[in-house]
DNA sequence: GCTGCAAACTTGTACGTACAAGCTACATGA
DNA sequence: TCATGTAGCTTGTACGTACAAGTTTGCAGC
């Protein structure tokens, strides 16, 4: 938080503040020129974290009646778990360690190009699986490089939130994401971690994460459980 | 475009040069103040449009070095069709009509929930089967709200461009969508329809489009076979 | 030759103004 | 009572200024 931006501080303050539940699904956050006047901000500015939040998915902004909250689902909105209509809160995922962090060299025939300076620092490796109401729904490999996170082995604990952790320790947010879905079948491997049969159906998904450090990325290789809970996304909705 | 706004005209053209390889991928655009010269807006619209095109996945923004081509996919770069790392463009796609559109009610337990305006509306319905270099890859199921679309059924031709075809027609443009995924296994209908065999896995997604008209909505139920080209898409990017 | 610094670019942040356009609620008039 | 229109709210668009901060380039000095 050393050098946060005024947009930032105030996105950042609307964000806990919908996940608080501070305001309600479907009612309007204050206007802009509320918000402005009580942040001290001008309009202008306001409206950037507005608008971050718009694109995140957190709130629809509409010509006349003002920003409405849409969605309290974390990590972006960019593909999140969803039963019915509701997306799962954290109350009910659990995470289980598969293979704490281990600092290695990359894998060969890495799942995305890796730039120079990625490939000479070296990848932290490490194996989880999420649930969903005990039910094992998501086997993720996570890969990072290796770049200015003193003491990552020694500080994070798998059973804490990955993105949580990065934010609190290293200042590091994620912002966006590229990702190739394919639908594929469950190996023994993959089976036996998330309660399938041999052979049932599921999501794997290679992730290249970016962060707010310019040349940072995370890199993700999961495979997806789908027989309850679906996979979702919300994107766009810049235009009118 | 009756009403075009200045930063969605700077918006389109950009997004037209890109895709028509005006800019090389990995090449630079024209710097803000040169656009905002040349297009003669100030730097803050150019600023607007560009922001849109990063948000969608063209383009990436760097401080210090400018605005870098980053992708030539279309379709908001929400979610389509790669190969091993190109997109696939438009000349090795090919649509071919399952069913031709026609005006009926809506189905039972519809996938997604409907206003009462799309509910009184009726809807239009067809299917489509889309292929890659004669590889049939998706399963479309479209349905539309019958609302302000006059001669529809009578206009619209299966073979061509859907998007392109409402854009053209009524001046409506897709800006964002939800979506929710499963893995999940070809029945006979779409083993058929896909060229799988019965079992293979398949992707399922349901998906509702934003549109630039406040109030429509489109809706698909597609199908698709990710043996050969994954499923694709880019997100974020508002940050430093 | 080469190091290092400064100038000249780039985008990012933050402020401000003005008006357009969509929505709502209330008052006015038939 | 009820329709209508207007006032007052909302967000959207477009312009402008100023400075911060990252990147590249090239020149001066060693």
Chains 1, 2 share one sequence.
């Not at 019915?84 to 954290?90: H, Q, R, Y």
């Not at 999420?130 to 890969?143: F, G, K, L, P």
């Not at 079948?185 to 971690?193: C, L, R, T, V, W």
């Amino acid at each position: 938080m050393s050098s946060a931006t005024q947009y930032q501080i105030l996105y950042n303050r609307l964000k806990k503040e919908i996940l608080a539940d501070v305001y309600e699904l479907g009612s309007v956050l204050p206007s802009e020129n509320e918000l402005s006047a009580s942040a001290n901000l001008s309009r202008s500015t306001v409206r950037q974290a507005l608008s971050q939040l718009e694109t995140e998915g957190y709130i629809v902004k509409q010509k006349g009646k003002g920003s409405i909250v849409k969605s309290k689902s974390r990590a972006l909105n960019l593909l999140s778990f969803q039963g019915f209509s509701a997306t799962v809160g954290n109350d009910h995922l659990q995470t289980t360690a598969i293979q704490e962090p281990e600092l290695s060299t990359w894998p060969a025939d890495f799942f995305f190009e890796l730039s120079e300076l990625e490939q000479g620092a070296g990848c932290i490796h490490f194996i989880r699986v999420r649930s969903i109401d005990e039910q094992a729904v998501m086997y993720e490999n996570t890969y990072i490089p290796h770049l200015n996170l003193p003491k990552f082995t020694r500080l994070f604990k798998l059973k804490t939130s990955f993105f949580e952790f990065l934010g609190k320790t290293y200042d590091i947010e994620v912002v966006g994401m590229d990702q190739h879905i394919w639908a594929s079948i469950a190996d023994i491997e993959i089976a036996n971690q998330l309660g399938l049969k041999v052979g049932d159906p599921v999501l794997k998904i290679y992730r290249k994460y970016h962060t707010n450090r310019p040349h940072l990325f995370l890199y993700s290789m999961l495979f997806c459980n789908t027989e309850k809970y679906a996979m979702s996304n919300s994107s766009g909705g810049v235009n009118a």
